[in-house]
C-alpha cells in the first residue's frame, strides 16, 4: 500500500497557474536525478492511490464519528442537552486524534530521505524575485501617493523613486535572464530535462515495484519493453508539444527529440530491474543531463551574478533582494540548476 | 460545610482525562524533538511526523477539555476541581466558564487554545515555509511540554478525592458569576496564545537561517491577531470590572491587568516597526527582540496571576514551587532567544538607513521607544512590591494613583505621535511640506481648545502629574483635548487627500474612492482607523478628571410609609447630586437557589423629567463569602435628550451602587462618569480597524462603464442610507425607552415591580427642592469627596476639604480584604475608622496656607507610615529611589535613541548621496517598469 505522506493536496498548482496531479509530475520535475528517493517519498503511479487512501482515511473518520455521536444520541434517547454535546465533541476529538496519531507514527516510520531533498526548498528564485517586483511595485506607489498628498516634495519623491526603480530594474533583468533560460534559450535543454525526470520516474516507479530477484528477472523484459514504448510515448509527445509552442523553430524541436529518444536507448530499456540496474541506467542518464547542462548552469549563474548586482545597487537596502541573491547563488549549483526553474 | 456521601470516588471521565493528558504529554514532547530534530538534521518524515503530532496533541487536548467541561454539567464531584468551582445550581453557562474558573483549569485552558492555534497557524502556514516548519513546530511544542508538565504532575484537573465524593461542590467565585466573564478570559487567553506563533516564527527563523521578508507576513497576521484579542479581553475586563466591582471605573491597574497591558505596548510597537522593516529593510534584529519581548511578557504575565507573586483580585493565590517553574522556564526562554539572536545578530544588521528626524521611520522609533518604555514602566511599578520585598523585607504598595500620575506622560506622547506619524513621509519631510501638513490639523485643533477653554471652564481644570517624585500641576484635561483634536484632524485630513489623489486617479466618486483607499490601501487606511479609535478612547479617559462621586444615607424608601398621591419634594426618600435628583422608591429582598438579592428600586429625575428606574443591588451567594455588588448604570447620551440641557449630558453615566443596608434604610454611592462611553466606542472603533487590517487582499476591479460606476455609487450610496436608517432607528428607540423602562442592573428574580404611579409624580425642578432637603442630604460639591449622613460605613467620616480628601487618597485601606482600594472609595468599617484617624489627626495642623497644607500632608502619611511600620500604607511610594530606575531607564532611553539616531541620519545621508543611481535608465526597461505600475493599485 503506497501512501502520499508529504501532506500535499490531490492538485497542486505550478507556477503558470496549471493544475497538476500532486506527487508525479512535481516529484519527477524537482527530485535531483542521482538521488534514489525512497519508496515513500516517490508514490509516483500511487498519486492516484494516494489521494484515494487518504479519502478513505477521511471517510472511516467521518463514518467512526458519525457511528460515535449517533450511539451517544440513541444512549441519550436524542434528547439535545449540554452534556451530549461536550460529549459528541470530545469523540469527535477522540477520532481525529486517533486519525493523526495514526499518521504519526505512520510517517516517522517511514523510510528516511536521503541526498539532497527538494522537499527543503519551499520557494524558487523566481518566486522570491517576483516578491521583491511586487514589494518594490508597492513602495514605488505609496512614494507617489505621499507626493500627490503633499507630503514629500517632488525632489525628494523623484530621488527615492529613482532608487526603487533602479532596483525593480535590476529585478525584472534577473527575471528575465531567467524566464529566458526556461522558454528561449534551449527547447532541447528542457526536452532534456523532462526526459530526464520521466526516466527517474520510471526508474523508481519500477524500483518500487520488484523486490523479489526472480519476479525482478521475470517482469525485466516485459517491463523494460513497457518502459521503452511509455517512454517514447512521453518523450515524442512532449517534443511535439515543444515544437508546437516553439514558433519559427518546430522542426528543430522535434529533431531534438527524435535525437534525445534516439540517443538514450539504454536508459530507457534498462530503466527499472534490479538496483544495480537502476544505478547503471542512471549514471549515464546523469551523464547525458551533465553534458546538456552546461549551458543552462552557465546561464544561471550569470543570473545570478546578475540578481546580485541589481541588489547590491544603491538600493541594498531591501531585505528581499538579499535574500533573492542568495537564493539565486544557491540555485544556481548543479545539482540544482534544473529544480525550480523547470516550466 | 458540604455534604460528603460515602460514594466511591471512581470517576470514568477522570480517567479517560487523565489518560488523554498523558498521551498528549508523550506526544508534545515527540512532537517538539521529531520537529527540532528533523529541521537540523533536514529530515522530512520527521519535520511531517512532528506536524501530525501536533495535530493529534490539539485532538487529545480538546478530548482533555470535552471530558472536563462534561464533568462540569454532569456534577461528577468526584473531580475535585469540579468541586472546587462549580455547583449544581450554576446555570450551564458558568458551569461551562468555571472551566477556566481557576489554576488547573486555566492551564488546561492555555493549552488547549495554543494548540488550537497552532493547529489552524501550521496548517495555514506549513507549504510556504516547509524550510522551517520543523523548527515552528518545535518551538509552539517546547513550550507546550512546558504547561504539560505543570498540567500532568502538579496541576492536574482531573485529580480525584481520595475517599468521600461530595455531593456538591462549592461554587464559582461569585464575582466571576458575570456574563463578561464568560468572554474576557478566552479573549486575553487568545491574545496571549496568539503571541506564541509569531515567537515561533521567529526563533524558526533565527534557526534556520531564513532571515528574509517572506516569514514576516504570517508573523504580521499573528501578531495583528494577538494584538486585536488582547485589546479585547482588556477592554472587556475593564467592562467587568466596571459593572461587577461597584467602585466606578473600568482600570485600576490591577497586576493582572497590567499583565495583559504591557504585552500590547510590545505588540503595538512590532506592528508598527514591522513596517519600517517592509519598507526600509530596517529594524530587523530589535523586531526580533519585540517578537521575543512580547511572548515573554505573556509568560509573565501568566507567572504573574498563577504565582501568586503579586496580590491581585485575579490572582489565583501563592504558589512558590509554580513559581520556581515558571522563573525557569523563562530563564530558558532569554537565553535561547538572546542566544539565537547573537548568533545571527551580522545577518540582521539593517540595510536601509535612517536621512532624517522628519522622516516616518523616525517617528516609529520614537513610537517604539515610548511604547516599550511604557511597559518596562508599569512591569517595574507592578513588580515593585515584590521587589522591594525579596531585597529589603519590607512591603509596599502602589496604588491606582502611581500609575495616573506617571502614565500620562507616554500616554500623552503616544497621543502626540498618533496624530503626527501619519502626517510624515518616508525618508524625510522638508520643512515647508511639514508646515504645509501641520497647519490645518494644528490649526483646527488650537482653535477648537482655545474655544472650549474660553465656553468651557471645567476644562481649565489643572491634574496632578509626578516627575521624580515631583508633584505638578498642569491643565492636562485641555492638552489631552488638544491632542485628541489634532489627531482627529490630521486622520481625517489623510483620509480626505487620500481620497482627493484616489478619485483623481481612477475618475471615481469620492465614497468609492474612500471604500477603494480602504480595501487597497488596507493596512495603512485600517492603522489609521485604529488611530482614530486610540483617539476616542483618550476622550474617555479625559473624564476620569472630572468623575464625581458622593455617599448618600436614605432613611427609609417611599414604600414604608403608607401614603398615595404624589410625594412632597420635600419628602426624605429624595436625595440630590449634581442637578439629578433620586427617590428611594423600595428595597425588596428576594432569593433563587443560589443566591439572596437585596436590591433597591430608584428613580432618577432630572430637570423635572424621570429619566428612569434602576435596580442597584446586592447579592449574598449562599456559597459566596462577601456579597457582591450589582450596580445601577443609566447610560446618558446625546441621542437620549429632548432638551438642551440633557444634550449638555453628552455621555455621562450616572451610576449607582448600593452599598448597604439596614432594614428599611439605604446606603447608596453615586458616580457621575462622563465620557465614559467614548471607551466602548473607541474599542468597537479600534476593532474595525484592526479587522479592516487583516482583511486578506481583495483585487477589487474598477468599473469600466459609466453604467458601472453609476451602479456602484448606487450601492455605496443605499449602503450608507441602510447604516443611517439603522443607527437612527436605534437611537430612536434608546430615546424612547430612557424616559420610561428600566436600565443598568436587572433587578433579581422576583424583583420588584416598576414604579407605581406616585412615583411619577415629579418634582417640577431642582429649584424647587426645599434647602432643607438639600441640606439633609449633604448639598452639593464639586470636589468628588462624598459627604454622607445616617449609618452605615462607605459614607461615614468623609473629609470636608481638599486636604484631608487627598490624604485619604493616599492612604491605603489595610483592612486585608480590600485589593489596594484608598481608604477615600473603600466601602468597609476598617477603612471608615481610618478616615476617622485622618480626620483627628489634621485637627492638629493648620491647613490655612499652601505649606501649611504641605507639612500636614507629609506629617499625616508620616504618622501613617509609623503606625504601620513600613510604607505599604501608602498607595505611592515615597521613596525617592522607587522612581529613580523608571526615570533613568526612559530617559536614558531616550538619551541613547536620540544619540544613535543622530549618527544614522549622518551616516544615511552620506550613504543615499553615494549610491544615487548614475546610469540612465534602460528605456525599454523603463517602458515595462511602468507597465507594471500601471497595473498596481
Known amino acids: ?343 | 460545610m458540604q455534604a460528603h456521601a460515602t460514594a466511591s470516588p471512581f470517576s470514568p471521565i477522570a480517567v479517560a482525562g487523565t489518560i488523554a493528558m498523558l498521551v498528549a504529554y508523550v506526544l508534545c514532547a515527540w512532537s517538539a524533538a521529531a520537529g527540532i530534530a528533523g529541521n537540523a538534521r533536514k529530515s522530512r518524515r520527521l519535520v511531517i511526523s512532528s506536524v501530525y503530532a501536533l495535530y493529534a496533541f490539539g485532538a487529545l487536548i480538546a478530548v482533555a477539555s470535552a471530558l472536563i467541561i462534561y464533568a462540569f454539567v454532569t456534577h461528577d464531584y468526584a473531580i475535585r476541581y469540579v468541586f472546587e468551582t462549580s455547583d449544581t445550581s450554576m446555570p450551564v453557562w458558568y458551569k461551562v466558564t468555571s472551566f477556566w474558573g481557576s489554576l488547573e483549569g486555566s492551564l488546561l485552558f492555555w493549552v488547549l487554545m495554543l494548540a488550537l492555534f497552532s493547529m489552524v497557524a501550521v496548517a495555514v502556514n506549513y507549504r510556504k515555509h516547509k524550510d522551517m516548519i520543523g523548527y515552528v513546530v518545535g518551538t509552539i511544542m517546547l513550550v507546550q511540554v512546558f504547561f504539560m508538565t505543570l498540567l500532568v504532575f502538579q496541576k492536574n484537573p482531573f485529580a480525584t478525592f481520595l475517599s468521600d465524593v461530595p455531593t456538591d461542590g462549592k461554587g464559582l467565585n461569585p464575582l466571576l458569576q458575570n456574563y463578561w466573564m464568560v468572554i474576557h478570559p478566552p479573549a486575553l487567553y487568545i491574545g496571549f496564545v496568539a503571541a506564541t506563533i509569531p515567537f515561533a516564527f521567529g526563533i524558526a527563523a533565527l534557526a534556520s537561517g531564513r532571515l528574509d521578508d517572506l516569514w514576516l507576513s504570517s508573523v504580521r497576521t499573528w501578531m495583528l491577531i494577538c494584538f486585536f484579542f488582547l485589546s479585547l479581553g482588556l477592554i472587556l475586563g475593564g467592562r467587568w470590572a466596571y459593572e461587577e466591582l461597584g467602585w466606578g471605573g473600568y482600570w485600576a491597574w490591577d497586576p493582572v491587568e497590567n499583565a495583559g497591558f504591557i504585552p500590547w505596548f510590545t505588540a503595538t510597537a512590532f506592528l508598527h516597526s514591522i513596517i519600517i522593516q517592509e519598507q526600509r529593510g530596517m529594524m530587523k534584529g530589535w523586531n526580533m527582540v519585540l517578537m521575543f519581548l512580547t511572548f515573554f511578557f505573556t509568560i509573565w504575565g501568566t507567572f504573574m496571576t498563577r504565582s501568586g507573586i503579586v496580590q491581585s483580585v485575579h490572582a489565583f493565590g501563592e504558589d512558590k514551587l509554580l513559581a520556581l517553574q515558571f522563573v525557569i522556564f523563562m530563564g530558558l526562554l532569554t537565553i535561547i532567544a538572546v542566544g539565537l539572536i547573537v548568533y545571527r545578530w551580522q545577518r540582521l544588521s539593517s540595510t536601509g538607513r535612517f536621512e532624517s528626524f522628519t522622516s516616518r521611520e523616525f517617528s516609529f522609533l520614537l513610537n517604539n521607544w515610548i511604547l516599550l518604555a511604557c511597559a518596562l514602566f508599569i512591569l517595574f511599578a507592578t513588580m515593585f512590591p515584590t521587589i522591594k520585598e525579596t531585597l529589603l523585607n519590607e512591603r509596599a504598595t502602589v496604588g491606582i494613583g502611581f500609575y495616573n500620575k506617571a502614565m500620562p506622560w507616554g500616554g500623552l506622547s503616544l497621543l502626540f505621535l498618533l496624530g503626527a506619524a501619519p502626517l510624515l513621509a518616508w525618508r524625510r519631510t522638508t520643512r515647508e511640506r511639514l508646515l504645509s501638513q501641520f497647519l490645518r490639523p494644528g490649526l483646527f485643533a488650537l482653535g477648537l481648545t482655545l474655544l472650549l477653554l474660553a465656553v468651557v471652564p471645567a476644562t481649565r481644570k489643572l491634574t496632578t502629574l509626578t516627575f521624580y517624585a515631583f508633584d505638578v500641576d498642569l491643565p492636562i484635561p485641555a492638552v489631552t483635548l488638544l491632542l485628541i483634536f489634532f489627531g482627529v484632524a490630521s486622520i481625517g485630513q489623510e483620509f480626505w487627500r487620500g481620497i482627493a489623489v484616489r478619485t483623481q486617479q481612477t475618475g471615481s466618486d469620492p465614497v468609492s474612492s474612500l471604500f477603494g483607499l480602504l480595501l487597497t490601501k488596507r493596512r495603512k487606511y485600517g492603522g489609521y482607523i485604529v488611530h482614530l479609535g486610540m483617539a476616542v478612547l483618550f476622550c474617555g479617559f479625559v473624564g476620569k478628571a472630572y468623575d464625581r462621586m458622593v455617599d448618600r444615607t436614605i432613611a427609609a424608601p417611599i414604600s414604608a410609609r403608607a401614603t398615595t398621591g404624589p410625594v412632597a419634594d420635600n419628602d426624605p426618600a429624595w436625595f440630590a447630586f449634581q442637578g439629578y435628583r433620586f427617590l428611594y422608591e423600595e428595597l425588596t429582598q428576594t432569593s433563587d437557589d443560589r443566591k439572596q438579592a437585596t436590591t433597591a428600586r430608584v428613580s432618577v429625575w432630572k430637570d423635572g423629567k424621570k429619566l428612569a428606574t434602576v435596580f442597584p443591588a446586592q447579592w449574598q451567594f449562599f456559597k459566596g463569602s462577601q456579597p457582591t455588588t450589582e450596580v445601577a448604570i443609566l447610560p446618558r447620551v446625546w441621542l437620549g435628550g429632548e432638551t438642551w440641557s440633557q444634550r449638555a449630558d453628552f455621555s455621562e453615566d450616572v451610576y449607582l451602587v448600593l452599598t448597604g443596608f439596614n432594614g428599611e434604610q439605604a446606603n447608596f454611592r453615586i458616580y457621575l462618569n462622563p465620557l465614559v462611553n467614548f471607551v466602548w466606542l473607541g474599542f468597537l472603533i479600534l476593532a474595525l480597524g484592526t479587522i479592516i487590517c487583516l482583511l486578506p487582499e481583495i483585487p477589487v476591479p474598477a468599473p469600466r462603464t459609466r453604467l458601472g460606476r453609476a451602479a456602484e455609487a448606487a450601492t455605496l450610496v443605499l449602503l450608507a442610507l441602510g447604516i443611517v436608517a439603522g443607527l437612527t432607528k436605534a437611537a430612536v428607540a434608546e430615546s424612547q425607552g430612557a424616559g420610561a423602562t428600566s436600565t443598568g442592573a436587572q433587578p433579581a428574580a422576583g424583583s420588584p415591580a416598576t414604579a407605581g404611579p406616585q412615583a411619577e409624580q415629579a418634582p417640577r425642578s431642582l429649584a424647587d427642592v426645599p434647602a432643607a432637603v438639600l441640606a439633609q442630604a449633604g448639598g452639593e460639591h464639586d470636589t468628588g469627596q462624598g459627604m454622607g449622613d445616617g449609618q452605615g460605613y462607605a459614607h461615614l467620616h468623609r473629609p470636608s476639604d481638599d486636604t484631608t480628601a487627598w490624604i485619604m487618597k493616599e492612604l491605603i485601606c489595610m483592612c486585608g480584604g480590600c485589593q489596594r482600594e484608598t481608604i477615600f472609595e473603600c466601602k468597609c468599617a476598617f477603612a471608615a475608622e481610618e478616615r476617622k484617624k485622618v480626620i483627628d489627626r489634621i485637627s492638629a495642623y493648620s491647613v490655612a496656607t499652601p505649606s501649611e497644607r504641605e507639612h500636614a500632608k507629609k506629617a499625616l502619611l508620616a504618622s501613617f507610615v509609623k503606625e504601620y511600620g513600613s510604607e505599604q500604607v501608602l498607595a505611592t511610594p515615597a521613596s525617592k529611589s522607587s522612581w529613580f530606575i523608571p526615570v533613568l531607564g526612559a530617559l536614558g532611553g531616550l538619551g541613547i535613541l536620540l544619540v544613535v539616531a543622530r549618527k544614522w541620519v549622518v551616516r544615511g545621508k552620506q550613504e543615499f548621496a553615494q549610491d544615487k543611481p548614475a546610469a540612465q535608465e534602460d528605456a525599454a526597461y523603463a517602458e515595462r517598469l511602468d507597465d507594471e505600475l500601471a497595473k498596481v493599485d
Request: glycine share 6%; proline share 5%.
Open chain 1, 1 to 343: 500500500m503506497q501512501k502520499d505522506w508529504t501532506m500535499s493536496s490531490p492538485k497542486s498548482t505550478n507556477k503558470s497557474g496549471k493544475r497538476q496531479a500532486a506527487g508525479t509530475r512535481n516529484n519527477a520535475e524537482s527530485a535531483p536525478p542521482a538521488v534514489a528517493l525512497p519508496v515513500a517519498a516517490v508514490h509516483d503511479s500511487a498519486a492516484g492511490a494516494s489521494s484515494v487512501a487518504r479519502y478513505v482515511g477521511w471517510f472511516v473518520l467521518a463514518v467512526a464519528t458519525l457511528i460515535g455521536w449517533g450511539f451517544i444520541a440513541w444512549v441519550n434517547r436524542y434528547r439535545l442537552s449540554a452534556p451530549v454535546v461536550f460529549l459528541q465533541l470530545g469523540w469527535l476529538a477522540v477520532t481525529s486524534a486517533v486519525y493523526f496519531l495514526w499518521h504519526t507514527g505512520w510517517v516517522a516510520l517511514a523510510a528516511p530521505v536521503t541526498g539532497d531533498d527538494p522537499w527543503w526548498q519551499p520557494e524558487g528564485q523566481r518566486e522570491a524575485l517576483l516578491r521583491e517586483k511586487k514589494s518594490l511595485l508597492k513602495a514605488i506607489k505609496e512614494v507617489e501617493f505621499d507626493q500627490l498628498m503633499a507630503k514629500q516634495s517632488r525632489a525628494d519623491a523623484d530621488e527615492l523613486i529613482a532608487v526603487y526603480r533602479h532596483r525593480a530594474i535590476g529585478v525584472i533583468k534577473a527575471l528575465d535572464a531567467l524566464d529566458s533560460l526556461h522558454a528561449s534559450a534551449s527547447p532541447r535543454e528542457q526536452l532534456e530535462r523532462e526526459v530526464r525526470a520521466r526516466v527517474e520516474l520510471l526508474n523508481q516507479s519500477a524500483h518500487a515495484a520488484g523486490k523479489n530477484a526472480a519476479k525482478r528477472a521475470k517482469a525485466q523484459v516485459s517491463e523494460r519493453d513497457r518502459a521503452t514504448v511509455k517512454k517514447q510515448q512521453a518523450e515524442a509527445s512532449i517534443a511535439a508539444a515543444l515544437a508546437g509552442s516553439q514558433n519559427g523553430a518546430p522542426g528543430a524541436v522535434g529533431a531534438a527529440a527524435t535525437e534525445v529518444a534516439a540517443g538514450t536507448p539504454d536508459d530507457a530499456v534498462a530503466g527499472p530491474g534490479s538496483n544495480a540496474h537502476d544505478q547503471a541506467t542512471r549514471e549515464p542518464s546523469v551523464a547525458a543531463a551533465a553534458a546538456a547542462v552546461p549551458s543552462a548552469i552557465a546561464i544561471t549563474q550569470t543570473d545570478a551574478a546578475g540578481a546580485r548586482e541589481a541588489v547590491a545597487t544603491p538600493a541594498e537596502g531591501s531585505t528581499q533582494a538579499a535574500s533573492a541573491a542568495d537564493v539565486a547563488t544557491a540555485e544556481a549549483a548543479p545539482a540544482r540548476a534544473d529544480k525550480d526553474i523547470t516550466p
